[in-house]
């Protein structure tokens, strides 16, 4: 009787590595179909990313049904909701909590590319100023770009593309500025990230003192990140451009861990790294640029999610940047949910809950290099 139940046992096992072996052949094919090549990546690293995937959903689901009208997740499911519920569901709520989630995941894998392509462990839209060049370019298309936006179309894209615009300025001026110190050029990143957040600052100042009282209530609430008021119209165009940079990045994986090695080695193995560099560039000031546009300024979840998906599952791209895109997503949405439920019928800034989440972690990470 023991040994049939040993057998079993071992059977069990076996079929399981069996299983494990499929996932991750099915995955590496999936992933190959899309033009992900190469990929590397442990059952232990799928089991964290679909823990990832399952929670950014449960997040999207409760932060859906969750607000100012309380909707039973029971009722949502079997459509039994008035008239007035739909409406606030499917014009107020729901392209807010699509925004927070895209704006998450941005964010995230962002954050996880320009670590990787400083080799810089402190890199992130919002320290190094990303977000504030994008914030400038967005400001200064919402108080002087009236004048130019011909139409909805035009008009839809045209902030996403001023932030973009002034996202891309920023990251191309940190890489030539900072070219060549790798991880010794952590606090020559650091300044440099000052001096463009106060240049940005002021820009932001000028323009909001030119602006008229209904443009300065916007900006005010605006530029401390808030997901409030977005329509489909303003909304689908950010969905195509984040959308296209996330894909564009998780195509750069494999060379993001060369890359770790420094350019001349990711050179002889066959990395083309100035295509390398202008791909993540354009790929983090589209997201940045678009994500920025219309949620304002959000700090800290390019530098906190990437190193919270790290001690999950370790520290190669093909695993790091989506965990880092799901991640994101799910603290995003959760951030969101808490900004506009903890003094309703009031919302706080979601900008003042990723601060306050993300500074004390800033600190830890701090001591953590010192220590190391």
Known sequence: MEWQCLDLVLEQFHQQKILHKNIIIQMNSFLSAIGIKNIHISSRQIIILNVFVITSCVCFLIASVTGSINVSIGNLIRGDISELTRIVLIEIRLPRVILAALVGAS???SGAALQGLFRNPLADPGLIGVSAGAALGATLVIVLGSSISGGLFLGSFLLPLGAISGAML???MLYLLTKGFGYQGVTYMLLVGIAVNAIAGVGIGILTFIST???LRGLTFWTMGSFGGVTWPLLI???IIIIISISSMMTVSRNLDLIQLGEPEAYRLGVDVKKLKYKIIISCAAAVGASVSLSGMIGFVGLVVPHLVRLFGGVNHNYLLPGSAFVGAALMITADMLS?????????PVGLITSAIGSPFFLWLIFRIKRS
């Open 170 to 172: 920023v990251i191309m």
């Open 237 to 239: 165009p950010a969905i």
């Open 107 to 109: 964010l995230g894998i």
């Open 213 to 215: 009282d209904s443009e």
């Open 340 to 348: 506009r439920t903890i003094i309703q019928p009031a919302e706080l």
